[in-house]
């Protein structure tokens, strides 16, 4: 096999495990995948993270979403993965995860509020959107209308999408937002949380890359 596909799905089988230990998803929920060429390599669905092995991955033909690598059937949202990398050609990875505190906060409120640092700063633009029922078009055709202007995404009473230029930094920019409404709720039950004021955000924006 390819030495760079082989590198690939080895980094993926890893990156199961570590989501799995993450707390980002329960059970079968969730998906992964990265972009290579003209491949999109997706976990399978039915598969819970911690149990994916390399030799379970799928990859799909990008133009003709047809299964070109591997034996099981691609994840039920491979729709929606491969409606993100068509409208971005500078991504190469898409994590959808049902993170629990972001999921709470985030319905609850409307917002995921930046109670630490690296929410402004690794997450410029989180967009929300309404809740679509899981595994359709509609909501693949949704996200990636939103996946135009952000990498992030939040999926009412259901999840994240989180896009990135590889499958750590999808990874690491989930696990901000999940850290941030994990302090939220921490923060609802000792008293009223405090978040970043706009001005503790400019100042930290003017001292990171690109602020
Ligand atoms: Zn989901």
């Given amino acids: 096999m390819d030495a760079m596909v082989e590198r690939l799905l080895d980094e993926m089988e890893e990156m199961c495990r570590r989501i799995a230990r993450s707390s980002l998803v329960i059970g079968p929920g969730g998906n992964l995948s990265v972009r290579l060429g003209n491949m999109v390599i997706i976990t399978p669905t039915g598969y819970s993270f911690e149990s994916i092995r390399k030799e379970d991955l799928v990859g799909i033909d990008l133009t003709t979403g047809e299964r070109v690598m591997g034996r099981l059937k691609p994840s039920s949202e491979s729709h929606l993965h491969l409606a993100c990398y068509r409208v971005r050609d500078d991504i190469a990875s898409v994590l959808h995860t049902h ?15 930046p109670m630490v640092a690296e929410m402004p700063v690794h997450i ?31 999926l009412k009473k259901h999840g994240m999408v989180v896009v990135g230029k590889s ?45």
């Fill in 99 to 113: 993170p629990p505190y972001t999921v709470a906060v985030g319905t609850t409120l409307g917002r995921i509020p």
């Fill in 167 to 211: 499958i750590a930094d999808a990874y690491d920019k989930t696990l901000v937002i999940e850290e941030s409404a994990r302090i939220y709720v921490y923060a609802s039950m000792v008293g009223r949380p405090q978040e970043l004021t706009e001005d503790e955000i400019r100042d930290v924006m003017l001292l990171s890359p690109g602020g």
């Fill in 124 to 154: 410029p633009k989180l967009e929300f959107l309404d809740y679509t029922t899981p595994m359709t078009k509609r909501l693949a055709d949704a996200v990636a209308q939103k996946i135009r202007t952000t990498d992030t995404v939040f």
